[in-house]
């Protein structure tokens, strides 16, 4: 009878210990599991720091937010981008129930600043990315309009649109190079036609190289702020103090996918070299030294002798090109563009930008430790110093648009023919899931260098088609349609 005893106490002690446990868990430690997982989860490592400090900075006494908003939030735009023929998303019950019915139009949205008085508008090309109907709606008024595409940069996810109405408010651009790490700035957008939101913060860095672009010579430079920018805010305005223009909101570091702290925005002086030329040429007029260049890291710092070293390292360069024939050496250290100091790839990205093909250069370079001052003239994608024509052509029964092969192109895939497609809207293109800038190299095994001669044989062949080419990715893909 005592040895039962025994028994059920220590069971007893045991549940009472338990629960005691349990309680203690619940009131201090599950309180410092949370504390710890929001704070991994809301300030990533390397910028826990940036973002404690953030707290205890003043505003300045100065500062009117109030002017800088009412000047900018007039000309900020709700952009409606609708894709004709898909779903979303299908649930499981949509496999038995709905399998047969009518797939009907997707709709994706963002913001985008108005310009110019008659209705030109600036916006991420991601916003608009394979739309076939772009709706815009003016900060106040409670319209649609119906806004045609002037031309796109996916090399700097900026586009250029356009609605037929005069009188409109818009923002006035600032310089981008005279903004200041530490400024104040606002970030305003348009998200779910709200009617505008504003928020504040600083700027955090410059100069900033992400890595979200999937364009083969993508142009990353960005303005990073810790002011708020969320999903819909994509082609927004990040403003100065007076309201000016300093850049367009595109991009958040995320891991859930909403504000966590980093904003990045295009600079402002990228946006007016690419609207401009989009406007007078339809296409951007891109300049190249036909030279490769990466950002020195502390192995090549080591290899270079100089571990304090800043500039760009000079890793590849085109046999016969203009930086060959200017004196450019694989192992040079670009260390200054015209006259402007290079501190690293991103900061010599946005140097290039700004330049035409037919351009003159000045290059001063580190080589064995002396330097070396060297004039290049730019070359565009076909490598000659002539400003390019928009040669692509449109096809409304194909849905996309047509451009033979930049040499630039050749050389980057390694190949010696093909066309290239964009702007791909409903169409022939949309229905075999190609996606933007996809190089068509045969169809129906069939080679095909000229865009003219492409476009007629896929509008005028019936029966099966089958494309074979390149993906921007570089993978190589087949696909196939029957066409009735």
Same mark, same amino acid.
């Given at each position: ?44 490592? +390397? ?24 000047? =900018? ?17 299908? =649930? ?41 109907? *772009?709706?815009?709606?003016?900060? $106040? ?19 250029? @649109?356009?609605?037929? !109405? ?23 957008? $348009?998200?779910?036609?709200?009617? =505008? ?22 142009? &990353? +430079? ?48 990228? !946006? ?20 490769? !260049?990466?950002? *020195? ?7 270079? %002798? ?17 930086? &060959? ?24 990205? &946005? ?19 002396? @330097? ?28 996309? +648009? ?19 497609? +964009? ?35 896929? &509008?005028?062949?019936? %029966? ?21």
């Amino acid at each position: 009878m005592r040895k039962g005893f025994n028994v059920l106490l220590i069971v007893l002690i045991a549940f009472g210990s338990g629960i005691l446990g349990s309680v203690f868990y619940q009131y201090f430690g599950q309180k410092n599991f949370m504390v710890n997982h929001t704070l991994e989860e809301d300030m990533p490592n +390397s910028f826990t720091s940036d973002r404690i400090s953030r707290e205890y900075v003043d505003v300045p006494i100065n500062a009117d937010f109030v002017k800088a908003s009412n000047e =900018s939030r007039p000309a900020v735009v709700f952009i409606k981008s609708i894709k004709e023929g898909t779903n979303q998303s299908y =649930s499981f019950r949509d496999m038995f129930f709905n399998f047969f019915s009518e797939r009907g139009p997707s709709i994706s949205s963002g913001s985008g600043v108005i310009i110019s008085h008659d209705g030109y508008i600036v916006t991420n090309h991601h916003v608009i990315k394979n739309s076939d109907r *772009i709706e815009v709606v003016v900060n $106040n008024r409670k319209k649609n309009y119906k806004a045609e595409i002037i031309g796109v940069d996916p090399s700097s996810d900026l586009a250029l @649109i356009k609605i037929h !109405v005069e009188n409109l408010p818009y923002i006035e651009f600032s310089n981008s190079d005279l903004v200041e790490v530490g400024e104040w700035v606002l970030a305003v957008g $348009n998200p779910f036609n709200l009617s =505008s939101t504003v928020t504040s913060g600083i700027v955090s860095a410059k100069g900033r190289n992400i890595n979200i672009s999937k364009d083969n010579f993508p142009i &990353e +430079s960005f303005i990073q702020t810790d002011a708020a920018i969320n999903p819909g805010n994509s082609g927004g305005a990040l403003v100065n103090l007076s309201g000016k223009l300093v850049g367009i909101n595109s991009a958040i570091i995320s891991r859930t996918g909403s504000y966590a702290g980093y904003g990045f925005a295009i600079p402002s002086n990228i !946006v007016v070299k690419i609207i401009n030329d989009l406007k007078e040429f339809g296409l951007v007029q891109r300049a190249f030294i036909e030279a490769e !260049v990466t950002d *020195i890291d502390e192995q090549l710092a080591s290899k270079l %002798g100089d571990e304090n070293i800043t500039g760009v390292y000079v890793a590849k360069i085109v046999a016969g090109g203009n930086a &060959e024939i200017a004196g450019l050496k694989i192992e040079d250290v670009i260390i200054r563009f015209n006259e402007a100091k290079v501190k690293d790839r991103a900061g010599f990205d &946005e140097h290039l930008a700004y330049m035409r093909p037919g351009d003159n250069t000045k290059l001063e370079v580190l080589r064995s430790a002396k @330097i070396k001052k060297l004039d290049i003239l730019l070359v565009n994608s076909e490598g000659d110093a002539e400003l390019l024509k928009n040669t692509s052509i449109k096809s409304e029964k194909l849905g996309a +648009s047509f451009k033979s092969l930049s040499k630039i192109d050749k050389q980057y895939f390694g190949i010696d023919y093909g066309v290239k497609i +964009s702007n791909i809207s409903a169409g022939m293109m949309k229905d075999m899931n190609l996606p933007n800038d996809f190089i068509i190299l045969l169809v129906n095994n069939q080679k095909f260098s000229e865009a003219k001669e492409l476009v007629r044989v896929l &509008e005028n062949t019936k %029966g099966w088609i089958s494309v074979k080419g390149i993906t921007p990715e570089g993978w190589i893909i087949t696909r196939s349609i029957k066409v009735y």
